[in-house]
C-alpha cells in the first residue's frame, strides 16, 4: 500500500458480488513510464503531478495502490465472431472511479496488468506494441470527435511477454466513461436471477441515461436509446474512414464510447469491404458491415433485457423487435446528414444520396484515398490530383457544384462546414506501424511526433505532409494484428 492518496471509490461494486471480483494488479519487476498524457489528466482532473515519477510509475504499473482503493475486474460475457463465450476482465483491473471537474464519472483501468478469475488460459498481461497502438488510436479518434475511451499511460514492465515471438510487456492505463458492455448484459441474462439484470438496468440508466429513470418501460426505453447511442457512434466511424475489427458484443461500451482498440485501423483507399483484422477471414467486421453488425449486437442486449419487460411474452418480442428494425432508417438518417456534410450540404435530402454513392462508387473504383479525397473538395481549388482529371470525376464534379449553389448560406459556409467533418490528417496504419515498430525497439520519438500530428486534425498545414500521403506500395499494412 502507498501512502500517496487518490480517491478512486467505485460505485460499479456496489452492484451483486457476481458482476465482479476484488482483486489488485500483479507487481512488475521493472516499470518505466514510456508516455503520460498530462493534458488527459488536467482535464480530468487526476492530479499525479505532485508525486514524483517513480511514484506515479508505481501507481500506473499497478505495483501501489493507493490507501483505501479496491480496484476489481468485471465479469461479462459476449459474441465472439458470433459464437457466445463467457468472458471477464481476464487481464485488466478497474483501479476505481473518480469525478472529473465538470463532475463527470469515470474508471480508470489498468489493461496487462496480470492473471484475474477471468483469465481462461491467458497471462493476464499485454505488450507494448499493442497497448501504444490501443493509446494513439483512441487519442486519434478523441481529435477527431469520436467518442472514445482515452489512454492516460503506457508503462513498459520490465518483463517479456509470449506471443508467436518475445515481446516487451507493458500496461495501459485508459479512462472511460465505465466499462458496462452489452456483454455485462448477456452474463447477467446467463444468472437465472433477473434481480440481477434490473440492478445493472438501473445502474446503467443512472450513470449514462438519466432522462429514462421515469420512463415506464425501462427496458425497452433503453434499447431505444442505444440504438441511437451506437447508430450515432458507427456515423462517426464512417466518417472517418475507422474500422473496428473486432465488433464482438463486449467490446460494445453502453457508454457509447469506442472501445477495446485492438486490430482496429484507419482505412487509407476506399473500398467498402476493407478488412485489417487478421483473425477476420470471413469479413465480418469489414467497413461497409459495421451498422449491420452494431444492430446485430443490440439484438442481442434485447435478448438479454426481454425477462424485464413488462407484458406477454409474444407481445413483448414483438415490440423489442419492431424497435430493432428501427435501428437501419435511424442511421440511415444519421449517414445521409453525415455524407451530405462531408460534401458541405447543411442539410442533405433523399435525392441528394445519388450524388454521394455516385462519389463514393468512383473513389472504390480508382482507389482513391478516403480522407484525402473529401479533404481536398473542401478546398476552394481543387487540388492537382491526377483522379481528378477524367471525364466521370469532372461531370461528377459539376454536378456537386451545381448542387452546391442551392445552399442557401452560401460556398463558405459549404466549404467551412467541410473542414469540421473532414480530417486533414488520420492515423494511416503504416505510420501506425512504422512508430511502434521504432517503440519497441526503445525509440519512442517517432511515435511522440506521430501524436503530435493527430492532435488538431482538422487544421491543416504543411508539418502534415509526412502524414498526408498514402502509403507506398512497399509500405501498405494489410494486416493488424491483436497482439493479445
Ligand atoms: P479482447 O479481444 O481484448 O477484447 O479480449 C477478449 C477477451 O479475452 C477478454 O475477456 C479479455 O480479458 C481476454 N484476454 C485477452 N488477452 C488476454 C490475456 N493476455 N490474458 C488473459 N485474458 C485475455
Ligand atoms: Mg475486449
Redesign the pocket.
Known amino acids: 500500500m502507498s501512502r500517496f492518496k487518490i480517491c478512486l471509490d467505485p460505485t460499479y461494486t456496489t452492484l451483486p458480488a457476481s458482476l465482479f471480483s476484488k482483486l489488485s494488479p500483479t507487481p512488475v519487476s521493472e516499470p518505466k513510464l514510456i508516455i503520460y498524457n498530462q493534458n488527459l489528466a488536467d482535464e480530468l482532473g487526476l492530479d499525479l503531478g505532485n508525486i514524483s515519477e517513480k511514484e506515479r510509475t508505481h501507481f500506473l504499473s499497478g505495483n501501489r495502490v493507493p490507501e483505501g482503493t479496491t480496484p476489481f475486474a468485471q465479469a461479462y460475457a459476449g459474441h465472439q465472431f458470433g459464437n457466445f463465450t463467457v468472458?471477464?476482465?481476464?487481464?485488466?483491473i478497474v483501479l476505481g472511479e473518480f469525478l472529473s471537474p465538470a463532475g463527470q464519472r469515470f474508471d480508470l483501468q489498468l489493461k496487462g496488468s496480470g492473471?484475474t478469475p477471468?483469465?481462461?488460459g491467458?497471462?493476464?498481461?499485454?505488450a507494448v506494441g499493442p497497448m501504444l497502438r490501443e493509446y494513439i488510436i483512441s487519442e486519434a479518434m478523441h481529435a477527431l470527435g469520436v467518442p472514445t475511451t482515452r489512454s492516460l499511460a503506457v508503462v513498459s514492465t520490465g518483463e517479456t511477454v509470449y506471443r508467436e515471438t518475445p515481446l516487451p510487456g507493458a500496461i495501459l492505463s485508459r479512462t472511460a466513461s465505465s466499462h458496462i458492455r452489452v456483454g455485462t448484459f448477456e452474463f447477467t441474462s446467463l444468472l437465472e436471477d433477473k434481480t440481477i439484470t434490473e440492478k445493472l438496468l438501473h445502474y446503467l440508466i443512472e450513470r449514462h441515461f438519466p432522462e429514462i429513470k421515469e420512463k415506464e418501460n425501462q427496458p425497452l426505453a433503453l434499447l431505444e436509446a442505444v440504438i441511437y447511442q451506437q447508430a450515432e457512434l458507427i456515423t462517426h466511424w464512417m466518417r472517418v474512414g475507422f474500422i473496428h475489427g473486432?465488433m464482438?458484443t463486449?467490446?460494445m461500451a453502453l457508454s457509447g464510447e469506442t472501445i477495446?482498440y485492438?486490430p482496429c485501423a484507419f482505412m487509407d483507399s476506399f473500398a467498402p469491404d476493407t478488412v485489417f483484422s487478421s483473425i477476420d477471414h470471413k469479413g465480418r467486421y469489414a467497413y461497409a458491415n459495421q451498422p449491420y453488425i452494431a444492430q446485430w449486437n443490440i439484438a442481442r442486449l434485447a435478448e438479454s433485457l426481454l425477462p424485464l419487460m413488462p407484458g406477454k411474452k409474444e407481445e413483448v418480442i414483438e415490440e423489442a423487435e419492431a424497435l430493432l428494425n428501427s435501428f437501419e432508417p435511424v442511421y440511415k438518417t444519421m449517414w445521409l446528414s453525415m455524407m451530405g456534410s462531408k460534401l458541405g450540404l447543411a442539410d442533405p435530402q433523399k435525392e441528394d444520396e445519388k450524388l454521394i454513392t455516385d462519389l463514393l462508387d468512383w473513389m472504390h473504383k480508382v482507389k482513391a484515398d478516403f480522407t484525402n479525397t473529401f479533404h481536398q473538395l473542401g478546398k476552394a481549388e481543387l487540388s492537382e490530383n491526377e483522379l481528378f482529371k477524367t471525364d466521370r470525376f469532372e461531370s461528377w464534379h459539376t454536378r456537386w457544384r451545381k448542387r452546391l449553389k442551392k445552399e442557401p448560406q452560401g460556398l463558405d459556409s459549404s466549404l467551412s462546414l467541410m473542414g469540421t467533418v473532414n480530417p486533414a490528417v488520420i492515423p494511416r496504419n503504416h505510420k501506425v506501424e512504422e512508430a511502434l515498430t521504432a517503440a519497441e525497439q526503445g525509440d519512442i520519438e517517432p511515435f511522440k511526433r506521430l501524436l503530435q500530428a493527430i492532435e488538431q486534425p482538422y487544421e491543416d498545414g504543411d508539418h502534415l505532409l509526412p502524414y498526408q500521403a498514402q502509403p507506398k506500395q512497399t509500405e501498405k499494412v494489410y494486416q493488424t494484428f491483436?497482439g493479445?
Do not use: F, H, I, Q
Request: with cysteine; net charge neutral; aromatic share 4%.
Open positions: 468472458l471477464g476482465d481476464g487481464r485488466a492473471r477471468y483469465s481462461r491467458g497471462d493476464g498481461r499485454a473486432v464482438n463486449d467490446n477495446d485492438g491483436c493479445t
